[in-house]
C-alpha cells in the first residue's frame, strides 16, 4: 500500500535566483502539510548556518506519495 506523507524541499539560491541548489531535508517526514509549515523555519536555519550570509533559501512542503522504484527522482 502507497503511504502519503509530507516533505520539505529545500533550496539555497544566490540573490539573483539565477542558480540555486537543492539542499537536503530527506531524512524528515511530517504527517500534514500543517506540521511542516510549522517545521519550515527550524528547518531553512538550519541550511543557512552553513552558506554565506548572501544566501537565499526557501522552501517548499509539498505531499510526498511513496514512490514507484521505476520513476524518475523527484529532486
Known amino acids: 500500500m502507497k ?3 509530507v516533505a520539505m524541499h529545500l533550496v539555497a ?6 542558480i540555486c541548489e ?3 531535508a530527506n531524512t524528515k517526514r ?7 509549515r510549522q517545521d519550515r523555519e527550524a528547518e531553512m536555519y538550519r541550511v543557512k548556518q552553513g ?3 548572501w ?3 526557501m522552501s517548499k512542503c509539498r505531499y510526498l ?4 522504484p521505476r520513476s524518475s527522482p523527484m529532486f
Not at 511530517?30 to 511542516?36: F, M
Not at 506519495?65 to 514507484?68: E, K, N, V
Open 3 to 5: 503511504s502519503v506523507l
Open 13 to 18: 539560491c544566490q540573490p539573483d535566483l539565477l
Open 22 to 24: 537543492d539542499m537536503s
Open 30 to 36: 511530517w504527517a500534514d502539510i500543517e506540521a511542516c
Open 51 to 53: 552558506l554565506p550570509d
Open 55 to 57: 544566501a537565499v533559501v
Open 65 to 68: 506519495i511513496g514512490r514507484d
